[in-house]
C-alpha cells in the first residue's frame, strides 16, 4: 500500500516552532517533486512549500517564505516542513502530497497525485 503519512503536528504557542515530517511508504518518491499545504476549517486547501525529487529547488507561497523550510531525505523516504516563528492563523490542517506532472513549481492540488491524511497544527496566541 504506498502511502504518505505525516506526523509532527500539535499545539504551539505564537512564536514557536514545529518541525513537520512526512513520511513515505509502498514506493520511492525520490523521482518526485513533494510539497505541503496546508487546510483552515472551512477554507480551501493551500500551497505552502514544494521541493524537487533532488532537494536542491525549493519554493514558497509568500505567505511562508521565509518562516517555513521545506526540505527532504531521499534515503529515508522523508519530506519535513520545518515551522518557526508560528502565529494564531497558521493554525490548520498540514497535508504532504507527492508531485503528479512534473511541472515545476507544482503549486496547484491538481499537481499532486498522493496526500497524506493531515496532522493538526494550533497555534495559540
Known amino acids: 500500500q504506498v502511502e504518505l503519512v505525516e506526523s509532527g503536528g500539535g499545539l504551539v504557542q505564537a512564536g514557536g516552532s514545529l518541525r513537520l515530517s512526512c513520511a513515505a511508504s509502498?514506493?520511492?518518491?525520490?523521482?518526485?517533486?513533494m510539497g505541503w499545504f496546508r487546510q483552515a476549517p472551512g477554507k480551501e486547501r493551500l500551497f505552502l512549500a514544494t521541493?524537487?525529487?533532488?532537494?536542491?529547488?525549493?519554493y514558497y507561497d509568500d505567505s511562508v517564505k521565509g518562516r517555513f523550510t521545506i526540505s527532504r531525505d531521499n534515503a529515508k523516504n522523508t519530506i519535513y516542513l520545518q515551522m518557526n516563528s508560528l502565529k494564531p492563523e497558521d493554525t490548520a490542517v498540514y497535508y504532504c502530497?507527492?508531485?503528479?506532472?512534473?511541472?515545476?513549481?507544482?503549486?496547484?492540488?491538481?499537481?499532486?497525485?498522493?496526500w497524506g491524511q493531515g496532522t493538526q497544527v494550533t497555534v495559540s496566541s
Open positions: 521541493i524537487s525529487a533532488s532537494g536542491s529547488s525549493t
Open positions: 502530497a507527492a508531485d503528479l506532472d512534473r511541472t515545476w513549481p507544482p503549486t496547484a492540488k491538481y499537481q499532486y497525485e498522493l
Open positions: 509502498g514506493r520511492t518518491f525520490s523521482s518526485n517533486a
